[in-house]
T-cell receptor
Framework: NAGVTQTPKFRILKIGQSMTLQCTQDMNHNYMYWYRQDPGMGLKLIYYSVGAGITDKGEVPNGYNVSRSTTEDFPLRLELAAPSQTSVYFC??????????FGPGTRLTVT | GENVGLHLPTLSVQEGDNSIINCAYSNSASDYFIWYKQESGKGPQFIIDIRSNMDKRQGQRVTVLLNKTVKHLSLQIAATQPGDSAVYFCAEQADKLIFGTGTRLQVFP
């Protein structure tokens, strides 16, 4: 199993641009999550999904959107990038609402 | 990422010594706790978990202790090795998983 994969690894965006961060898992997990991690900080939950077609807001959802059309994929969309969205983004998945498996992260810089 | 741990509390231990990393959690309703390890440039990796009906759980070289009275969690690493150098996060779960800010463990020879 590849586990949780994320693309791209790095991206630089200009203010106001949009992009989609991709996340795929091959473990048939129902639960998927998006976190952001700012320097020197822990992870903050942006959005999560308990199954295909179901998404919910986390702690810091503003400025982001998600969709979950399949069990495997959980893309994160930034519509109007802002410097405050400069961060490292981690996708995770879990079989139930506990132990989570994380992807390698996407480092995003908005200038 | 590589900036993780820039301003985090740091625990420095000598190779072979035992390490104890502490975590205070906030929600008395939390019933599940996890310790994660994050190496530079990588995503967090599960180490060990514990449910609120237990006060101790042991894994390979690691032990987690839970004190619900004072809402305190600790991770003990026996015979610390250079490969244990990383940032360690505790996480608590009531309805969602909430991560702490982390502690950087540095192991020196």
């Amino acid at each position: 199993n590849a586990g949780v994969t994320q693309t791209p690894k790095f991206r630089i965006l200009k203010i106001g641009q949009s992009m989609t961060l991709q996340c795929t898992q091959d473990m048939n997990h129902n639960y998927m999550y998006w976190y952001r991690q700012d320097p020197g900080m822990g992870l903050k939950l942006i959005y999560y999904s308990v199954g295909a077609g179901i998404t919910d807001k986390g702690e810091v959802p503003n400025g982001y959107n998600v969709s979950r059309s399949t069990t495997e994929d959980f893309p994160l969309r930034l519509e109007l990038a802002a410097p405050s969205q400069t961060s490292v983004y981690f996708c995770a998945s879990s079989y139930s609402h506990n132990e989570q498996y994380f992807g390698p992260g996407t480092r995003l810089t908005v200038t | 990422g590589e900036n993780v741990g820039l301003h985090l509390p740091t625990l420095s231990v000598q190779e072979g010594d035992n390490s104890i990393i502490n975590c205070a959690y906030s929600n008395s309703a939390s019933d599940y706790f996890i310790w994660y390890k994050q190496e530079s440039g990588k995503g967090p990796q599960f180490i060990i978990d514990i449910r609120s009906n237990m006060d101790k759980r042991q894994g390979q070289r690691v032990t987690v202790l839970l004190n619900k009275t004072v809402k305190h969690l600790s991770l003990q690493i026996a015979a610390t090795q250079p490969g244990d150098s990383a940032v360690y996060f505790c996480a608590e779960q009531a309805d969602k998983l909430i991560f702490g800010t982390g502690t950087r463990l540095q192991v020196f020879p």
